[in-house]
Every structure is written in C-alpha cells, then in structure tokens.
C-alpha cells in the first residue's frame, strides 16, 4: 500500500523559509513521478512543482519558480520543496502526491496523480 506522509509545515512572516518534506513507502519510489500540491481556503488544488523519475522537473509558473525548488532523496524514499521567500498568497495546505506515470510532471494536474499525503499547512503572515 502506497503511503506518502509530509511534514515541515508551519507559521512564518513573510519572506521567511520552510522546508516540506514528504516521506514515501509502499512501492518502488524512485520510479514514481512525484509533486507537490496546495490548496488554499475557497480554492482548488493547484500543482507547485513535480520531478519525474530521472529528476527532470517542471514548475507551475512564475509565482513560484524561482522561489520554490523541489527535490528527492531516493535512497530515503523522501521527496522536499524548499519554500523562500514566503508570501502571504503561499498559505495553504500543501500536499505530496504520486504518479504512475510522467504526464503530471507537464500537467501538474490532480487528475495526473494516483496517491497523496494527508497535507501538511503552510501559514505565511504579513
């Protein structure tokens, strides 16, 4: 069974850093398309950033990339996104996700992905 737990959430200022880590276990991790998800209140899922299986990686877009930068460890298992520079508009619940395949590390789309953590919340306060 495919088990993905994050961790390293919390409250910061703005301008201020975190480091999400997302622990895997339950299957062969390291052939696993992997990203990262935030929901924030009101609104939907959006992908932050996803690394495929041979570390190519692919960022949502400038309101992140830049700022962000997502990265795995396969011999722990253990997938990251170092967060600077927080912004308010950053506060969410982020969540660690899992593919079968590789379309997700283009789309960053929900749908593209098969297995997610619980969350973990991120606060950015101005």
């Known amino acids: 069974q495919v088990r993905l737990v994050e961790s390293g959430g919390g409250s910061v200022q703005a301008g201020g850093s975190l480091r999400l880590s997302c622990e895997a276990s339950?299957?062969?991790?390291?052939?696993?398309?992997m990203g990262w998800f935030r929901q924030a209140p009101g609104k939907e899922h959006e992908g932050v950033a996803a690394?495929?299986?041979?570390?190519?990686?692919?960022y949502r877009d400038s309101s992140v990339k830049g700022r962000f930068t997502i990265s795995k460890d396969n011999a722990k298992a253990t997938l990251y996104l170092q967060m600077n520079s927080l912004k308010p508009e950053d506060t969410a619940v982020y969540y660690c996700?899992?593919?079968?395949?590789?379309?997700?590390?283009?789309?960053?789309?929900?749908?593209?992905?098969?297995?997610w953590g619980q969350g973990t919340q991120v606060t950015v306060s101005s």
């Open positions: 996700a899992a593919a079968h395949n590789a379309y997700g590390l283009s789309t960053l789309s929900p749908v593209d992905f098969d297995f």
């Open positions: 339950g299957y062969t991790y390291s052939s696993y398309c």
């Open positions: 690394i495929d299986n041979d570390g190519t990686i692919s």
